[in-house]
């Protein structure tokens, strides 16, 4: 078999790597390594454990169990020039190791070595490469190779027996890979044919369809199928992009120049199908080598960022992110997939920087304001939360059933800042929009029932909430907590206690229980749930409240506040979706 040759060995390239980094004391040993790469590993910080398991590997090269997992976390991380020195490793061991050869077959594709590939393909064992991926990639090195007819063959295996992937993907790379050859005219009916064995077609599928149509000089009927299917639903950015671009009438291009960008198209398929089946290790990893080929191509870095940020590997999916150019359709989601990860970082302040200035780019895209509100509403921001709410509900026109947490997010900021009216009528907006909605109606009754006001009205509602989200702690002592205000304090207890089941570390929901348990005489375990509700880190101000009842009691607490009017006002419970 002729294979690339591999200039470099793996001690080699794991110092170099490492080149000029600064590394403790203790992992310069093989055990120091190992346990680092461990620690890496357990805490799923990907560029850290690529790191320690290459450098283990340095120091102990024939390892297998360093091989496997210094390839594993080398393709993760994205750095395919080591990760393709170790997948050699491993395939002289075990040819027929299936990161092992896609790592290698991906390599070969980034070289231009399209035999290369074509012999891994084809000798590698049953198993050793998923069926379809091996039947795409050895239609595009047929394509890299010129040979169309061989291509075809390839692009076809398994189509027409049943197997709606094997369909749909073999049908669209066959249909690009004519498009790279300058033949057009026969991508198009590679592409209708597919269509109408499936029934519909996916946003990418007829993103291609019209691009084909276009490039065959059949502008108007690529307008006329890109119009219908982003009326139907069935478009993507990337489709309304192009829509815009051919009204504009400036000229397209071609969604697959070459065999290798073909290959990273193949890559990327396999990968947005694994994201669809929750499959995120496998899917980052096809991510990653597809990109590894086309690093331009910006829906799969959204993807790479989108998988890290599934991983809590923040900073890597703010870097990822931070890729995707603004002349890019994909820039305005990537730069709310930045914000949310630099929030998750705890640089909230530069989250919040980033969508203010993409909303002065994009003033007229909603899901930016609305990310806007969340984030600042997060961040207690209220007032500034608001008003980025109402400037989405200005896009809305009149509003639809699928709005209703607009109003009720925009409600909850409205609340927070202290203009409730305002805030009663986002609410009741909600509710009109998706009646029995239980996240709007424990809000609302909640707040009522903090007003002490419409109580029959409030318990109502609650108890609705309730029976849609039984297993949700914080709705549960919403209904706990009107019946004590209510004065039924035997009858709140049993709720308080189950929504302390459901929710243990909240201190609202532990300092409510609290409160019914003395008024039911349980004192002493009052007491408890009050020192329960201290130790999960209670807003300043209620803290001072509960250490104040567990020195004089709550009888002389509720008398104290009687006398100046500063009965406490405990803002309504947060739901589990940020509420």
Same mark, same amino acid.
């Given at each position: 078999m002729k294979r690339l040759a591999i200039k470099r060995g793996i001690i080699a390239l794991a110092l170099t790597a490492m080149a000029g980094a600064e590394v403790h004391a203790a992992s310069r040993s093989l055990a120091g390594s190992y346990l680092s790469a461990r620690s890496a590993t357990q805490r799923n910080d990907l560029a850290a454990a690529a790191e320690f398991w290459t450098q283990a590997l340095a120091l102990s090269p024939s390892d297998e169990r360093l091989r496997e997992q210094a390839l594993n976390f080398q393709v993760m991380a994205g750095d395919l020039s080591i990760a393709a020195t170790v997948a050699d490793l491993l395939w002289r061991k075990d040819p027929d190791h299936r990161l092992a050869n896609l790592t290698l077959v991906t390599d070969a594709f980034g070289s231009s070595s399209f035999d290369d590939a074509l012999d891994r393909i084809d000798t590698a064992a049953d198993g050793a490469l998923p069926p379809l991926l091996a039947a795409l990639l050895s239609g595009w090195a047929q394509t890299g190779r010129g040979d169309r007819a061989a291509a075809e063959a390839a692009f076809q295996v398994g189509v027409g027996d049943g197997n709606a992937m094997y369909d749909l993907f073999g049908g669209y790379h066959r249909g690009l890979a004519l498009m790279s050859l300058g033949e057009s005219a026969a991508a198009v009916q590679v592409f209708e044919a597919t269509e109408a064995s499936l029934g519909a077609a996916g946003a990418r599928l007829t993103r291609a369809h019209g691009l084909a149509l276009e490039d065959a000089g059949r502008a108007d009927d690529a307008k006329a199928l890109w119009r219908a299917a982003l009326a139907e639903g069935r478009g993507d950015a990337l489709l309304q992009g192009e829509f815009e671009r051919i009204e504009s009438g400036a000229p397209g291009d071609l969604p697959v120049l070459s065999a290798r960008s073909g290959a990273a198209e193949a890559m990327f398929s396999i990968a947005g199908a694994l994201s669809q089946e929750r499959g995120g290790p496998a899917a980052l990893l096809y991510t990653q080598l597809s990109l590894s080929l086309r690093p331009e191509l910006y829906e799969a870095r959204l993807l790479l960022g989108e998988l890290l940020s599934a991983q809590n590997q923040f900073d890597m999916a703010a870097q990822a992110f931070a890729k995707i150019p603004r002349s890019s359709v994909f820039h305005v989601a990537a730069e /709310?997939? %930045?914000?949310?990860? #630099?929030? &998750?970082?705890? %640089? +909230? !302040?530069?989250?919040?920087?980033?969508?203010? +200035?993409? @909303?002065? &780019? +994009? !003033?007229?895209? #909603?899901? *930016?304001? *609305? @990310?806007?509100?969340?984030? #600042?509403?997060?961040?207690? &921001?209220? *007032?500034? @939360?608001? +008003?980025?709410?109402? &400037?989405? *509900?200005?896009? /809305?026109? =009149? =509003?639809?059933?699928?709005?209703?947490?607009?109003?009720?997010?925009?409600?909850?900021?409205?609340e927070r800042s202290g203009e409730w009216d305002r805030a009663e009528a986002d609410f009741l907006k909600a509710l009109e929009l998706e009646p029995e909605q239980p996240l709007a109606l424990n809000y609302l009754g909640y707040s009522w029932v903090e007003q002490h006001r419409n109580l029959d009205e409030a318990l109502s509602m609650i108890r609705r909430a309730v029976a849609q989200r039984p297993e949700d702690g914080y709705i549960t002592d919403s209904l706990g907590w009107v019946l004590y205000r209510m004065g039924d304090h035997a009858g709140a207890v049993p709720e308080l206690e189950r929504a302390v089941e459901l929710t243990p570390v909240d201190p609202v929901i532990n300092d409510h229980l609290g409160d019914a348990l003395w008024m039911v005489g349980r004192k002493r375990e009052a007491e408890f749930q009050w020192s329960r509700a201290l130790s999960f880190d209670p807003t300043e101000k209620d803290a001072d409240r509960i250490r104040k009842k567990l020195a004089r009691g709550l009888d002389a607490v509720l008398r104290a506040e009687a006398e100046t009017g500063s009965a406490a006002s405990v803002a309504p419970a947060p739901t589990p979706n940020g509420g």
């Open positions: /709310i997939g %930045r914000a949310d990860a #630099l929030r &998750r970082l705890d %640089r +909230a !302040p530069e989250a919040i920087a980033a969508l203010q +200035a993409l @909303s002065a &780019r +994009a !003033p007229e895209t #909603l899901q *930016v304001h *609305v @990310s806007l509100g969340d984030l #600042l509403r997060r961040e207690e &921001r209220f *007032v500034e @939360s608001a +008003a980025a709410y109402t &400037r989405a *509900v200005d896009l /809305i026109g =009149p =509003p639809e059933q699928r709005h209703w947490a607009l109003f009720y997010e925009r409600g909850i900021a409205l």
